[in-house]
Every structure is written in C-alpha cells, then in structure tokens.
C-alpha cells in the first residue's frame, strides 16, 4: 500500500522559508516521478513541482526561482525547499505519486497523496 507522510509546514512571514519533507513506503520509490501539488480554500489542486525518477526538475512559473523540489532514493524521501514565500503561497501542499518514472504534463487529483501539511505565509 502506497504511504506518504508530509511534514515540516507552519507560518512563516513574507519572505522567510520553510521545508517541506515526504516520507514515502509501499512502492519502489527510486523508480517513479514524485510531485508536489497544493490547495488553498476553495481552489482548485495546483501543481507546484516535479522531479522525475532520474532527478530531472520542472516547476510550475508561480514558484520557478524560489521553490526546490529534490528526492532522497537511499531514504524514500521527497522535499520541497520554498524560498521567499508570498502570501499567495498560503495553502495545504501534499506529495503526491506519478505513475510512471517521469514528468505527463499534468496532475490528476487521483493519484497517491498523503493527509498533506498547511503553509500559511502572513505577517
């Protein structure tokens, strides 16, 4: 059964960061892409960022500069280091399986994800 544990969310100010981990069980994780998606109340999922399987990165132009996406294959562990927050980042972010080993364009809502962890940015 596939498992994923986010952690490490809370408030931050403008401009400060936070990072984000997944812990992620149940599957072979070094073989498949992993993604971070988030919600803000009463939005649709947005998607945030990619990291296929062989490490390659593709970020959504909202975060491009400021957010890291990057994976730990030894540990199974998925992480999101967000730089220079805005207030417009505010929302639950969740990590969430691929199917496959790399990056389909976009982000179906049924994939694996975890109970995922609340970042609020506000002064």
């Known amino acids: 059964e596939v498992q994923l544990v986010e952690s490490g969310g809370g408030l931050v100010q403008p401009g400060g960061s936070l990072r984000l981990s997944c812990a992620a069980s149940?599957?072979?994780?070094?073989?498949?892409?992993m993604s971070w998606v988030r919600q803000a109340p009463g939005k649709d999922l947005e998607w945030v960022s990619v990291?296929?399987?062989?490490?390659?990165?593709v970020y959504a132009d909202s975060v491009k500069g400021r957010f890291t996406i990057s994976r730990d294959n030894t540990k199974n562990m998925l992480y999101l280091q967000m730089n220079m927050l805005k207030t417009e980042d505010t929302a639950m972010y969740y990590c969430?399986?691929?199917?496959?080993?790399?990056?389909?364009?976009?982000?179906?809502?049924?994939?694996?994800r975890g109970q995922g962890t609340q970042v609020t940015v506000s002064s």
């Open positions: 149940g599957f072979v994780f070094s073989t498949y892409a």
């Open positions: 990291i296929a399987s062989m490490g390659g990165t």
């Open positions: 969430t399986k691929l199917p496959g080993s790399g990056w389909l364009g976009y982000v179906s809502g049924s994939w694996p």
